[in-house]
């Protein structure tokens, strides 16, 4: 067997009650070994992984990175940092853009700025438009988006109200081996709306948008899924209505997959009190119900993926009333620590969240990824379960600092991510050679 | 009399005490709108700032009055008669404002939220007149107002609140209101003008305008915006008429002594027919009165609180 030139060791797998030592060589994944006190690991870069968990790193298939065009909320360096920060070495960016990613010289523009800004970074994945403009009406060239480097076509945030249209784009991208992600929204019904429609919206005197109003385009999808026979990825759904289409069609066999968010497991409806636009996302925040609903749906396979639909705003945009204020979250720094606060609760276990948040969107996507079998790529997300940290505008290196968690206190953080066995951020005591230029870049934003 | 409040966002901040200092004060200052001079010199020296993002004469009016009965001066900042607000963000309207250091903002916004988001961001007293669809507080103080005037109290009486409830603060505002100070109160009007989960509010509920009118001792009659219509909330106004209208025919069933209001401006033979508003019942001019007093008694406990050495 060939030698390790990297060995992380003491390390907690999920799934394994005792500690192992990961051993890597040339970027790739050697093998996982019982951790034996007092190996030495000869001509390897030893780091102690002490008490730290060890994870795959995490695919995030579903971000706003806003370049080209919006760059005071976000750029493609700052939304890498913030990516690197939350443990993710993949990330698939959405196409609404300022010029929307309809063309192959945007896509090639995301991914030059990518590997310009940060070789061996956190790798960048464009989402093509599945509509010209995103507006609806034609279907954008797939396939030279796809042959620019495209992984997915999504009209997210714009959905498309035209059955025939849609179930065109299903068809043409499934040509192309590619896979349609849809954000369900009825459009007609309460547009603009950035709340659940019920007894808080009503109260506040805020335009509610129903439940239903994602079902039904759920509900389409399903039925264009199943007469097609064509898969089709449903974004970020966040209610129980939504979770009992699916898992009636999974049932029947249907090829249709499934993401929710973070936030959906955690905050309510109760969030926008106060008029709170932090708490202003599209799908909106529902209810208790609806969290409930889909935690059952992520522990049991209705639901496939976790995705943070990192949508990331300037503070100035946020501060203003509620019904002004932009839909989204900044969600890449905190989805991981979210996350493994439904495994204290017990509603999740570590096991299932390196499979909502790793394999299962790498495979549904076809990205690389880390299952720790030899010859996997060593990308890996030193995690420490116990570390208590504060959400402040100053710990995230997004951008974007519009996040419900503001001035909460998370327990569990991102220490380390590896990409290709190489350090790409590190973070405090359990920095390990974290290489000169890779520190400049991810602590670089006081600058 | 103390006065514990910086700022009125809602009805649902005030105590029942709080409610009957208003009430009170609003009486004395009433007197003052019945003499030939009308004008005493209590807030002498002070500035109230009228900022109205969203057009309401009415209520403006009113507010202006109310300031220079009582000697204030007022200071009209109006959205499509200043640049300052033109495409401006409410922040730097705030900022813009607070530099002017006013002892009040009076603010009217099409926003619902907004007159918290500027108390939050200013020292001096915000009064809310008016934010989207969320609240109206000070209507509903001049309604119950005008009320009590003719009753003396609210408890075991039925207010009947009519149409187009679900975007509207005035009605969002009675509600809560009326019903603390112990008046049954019943909402109507067609399904799409109901407001989603109006079960959890607690009243009766009617899309039947004989049914809900039945014994009632009075009936709040709300505007109609009339472009519901376009907005597929209504198939027509005639047909809303028809069913909504308010008239002695449709009153019939209600209390012989039964009570008319509306908030203004009306739409006649939509809402209310032209004869029944103009008829002895109805009270319609009287709110406006007791607007002017309701005003003049809220400028006047939020403005000189902080000289009585009033609680934070
Ligand atoms: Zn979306």
């Not at chain 1, 993949?90 to 309809?102: E, F, G, I, W």
């Not at chain 1, 790798?123 to 609806?136: C, D, H, K, S, Y």
């Not at chain 1, 005591?429 to 600058?447: I, N, V």
């Not at chain 2, 008046?183 to 003008?193: D, E, F, K, Q, Y």
Request: proline share 6%; with cysteine.
């Amino acid at each position: 067997m060939a030698l390790p030139d990297l060995a992380v060791t003491n390390l907690i797998l999920p799934e394994t009650p005792h500690a192992v030592d990961l051993l890597c060589r040339k970027g790739h994944v050697l093998g996982v070994s019982p951790h034996a006190p007092g190996t030495a690991y000869e001509n390897a870069r030893v780091i102690d992984g002490r008490g730290l968990t060890l994870l795959p790193g995490l695919t995030d298939a579903h971000a706003h990175l806003r370049e080209p065009g919006q760059e005071w909320k976000e750029d493609i360096a700052s939304g890498l940092a913030a990516a690197a920060a939350g443990g993710f070495s993949n990330v698939m960016c959405m196409a609404n853009t300022s010029p929307v990613n309809d063309t192959a010289s945007i896509t090639e523009h995301m991914t030059k700025r990518a590997a310009e800004t940060w070789p061996g970074g956190p790798r960048l994945f464009p989402i093509g438009a599945l509509t010209r403009g995103l507006l609806g009406k034609e279907l954008a060239p797939m396939a030279e988006l796809a042959q620019a480097g495209c992984v997915a076509f999504s009209n997210d945030g714009r959905p498309v109200a035209d059955a025939e249209l849609f179930r065109h784009a299903m068809e043409y991208a499934w040509d192309l081996g590619l896979r349609v992600i849809d954000h369900c929204e009825e459009p007609t019904m309460s547009p603009g709306a950035g709340m659940n429609e019920g007894r808080v919206s009503s109260r506040l005197g805020l335009p509610g948008q129903p439940d239903v109003a994602e079902a039904i385009q759920v509900a389409r999808d399903v039925l264009l899924a199943d007469y097609l026979r064509i898969p089709v990825h449903l974004a970020h759904v966040s209610c129980r209505r939504s979770v009992e289409i699916i898992e009636r069609a999974k049932a029947r066999g249907v090829p249709v997959t499934a993401e929710t968010c973070p936030h959906y497991l955690h905050f309510t409806e109760a969030e926008v009190e106060g008029y709170n636009t932090l708490a202003k996302v599209s799908p909106p925040l529902r209810t208790r119900d609806d969290v409930l609903a889909l935690i059952q749906a992520l522990r049991e396979g209705v639901i496939d993926i976790l995705a943070t639909d990192h949508a990331p705003h300037a503070a100035h945009e946020k501060e203003t009333p509620f019904g002004e204020a932009p839909c989204g979250i900044s969600g890449l720094e905190t989805a991981l620590s979210l996350s493994f606060v439904l495994t204290d609760k017990g509603m999740l276990d570590a096991a299932d969240i390196v499979r909502l948040f790793s394999s299962n969107p790498a495979r549904l996507f076809k990205l690389p990824h880390n299952t720790f079998t030899p010859g996997d790529p060593a990308d890996f997300v030193l995690f420490d379960p116990r570390q208590a940290w504060k959400v402040t505008p100053e710990s995230l290196f997004s951008k974007g600092k519009n996040t419900p968690c503001l001035g909460r206190t998370l327990t569990g953080r991102v220490m380390a991510l590896y990409i290709g066995g190489q350090p790409v951020f590190t973070r405090g005591e359990c920095a390990p050679a974290a290489t000169a230029a890779a520190s400049r870049r991810t602590h670089g934003r006081s600058s | 009399m103390s006065w514990p409040h910086k700022d009125l966002l809602d009805v649902s901040q005030l105590s029942r005490d709080d409610v009957a200092v208003v009430m009170k004060t609003a009486a004395s200052f009433r007197e003052i709108n019945a003499r030939p001079v009308k004008k005493v010199p209590t807030l002498k020296g002070r500035s109230v700032v009228l900022f109205f993002a969203e057009p309401s004469t009415r209520t403006k009016t009113s507010f202006d009055m109310a300031g220079k009965r009582l000697s204030a001066d007022t200071f009209a900042l109006t959205k499509s008669g200043s640049s300052l607000v033109k495409g401006e963000s409410l922040k730097d309207t705030v900022l813009t404002l607070l530099a002017m250091n006013p002892d009040a903002i009076v603010i009217r916004h099409g926003e619902s939220g907004a007159a918290a988001f500027v108390a939050e961001r200013v020292s001096c007293a915000v009064i809310n007149a008016g934010d989207g669809r969320h609240a109206h507080p000070t209507q509903a103080l001049l309604d119950a107002f005008t009320l009590l005037e003719k009753w003396g109290t609210l408890a075991d009486k039925t207010v009947c609140i009519l149409g187009d409830i679900a975007h509207s603060r005035v009605a969002r505002s009675n509600v809560i209101l009326l019903s603390m100070l112990g008046a049954n109160v019943r909402l109507c009007g067609p399904r799409t003008l109901l407001p989603p989960s109006v079960d959890g509010w607690g009243v009766e509920v009617h899309s039947d305008l004989k049914k809900a009118v039945a014994g009632a001792h009075a009936v709040m009659c709300l505007r109609l915006q009339l472009e519901r219509q376009q907005a597929g909330l209504l198939p027509d106004l005639r047909e809303y008429a028809g069913r909504f209208c308010l008239s002695s025919a449709t009153l019939t069933g209600a209390d012989p002594d039964v009570k008319v209001l509306h908030p203004g401006p009306i739409n006649r033979g939509i809402e209310i027919s032209s004869e029944l508003a103009d008829a002895g019942q109805s009270l319609i001019l009287d709110q406006v009165a007791s607007g002017v007093a309701v005003r003049m008694a809220l400028l006047h406990l939020f403005i000189t609180r902080k000289d009585r050495g009033d609680k934070e």
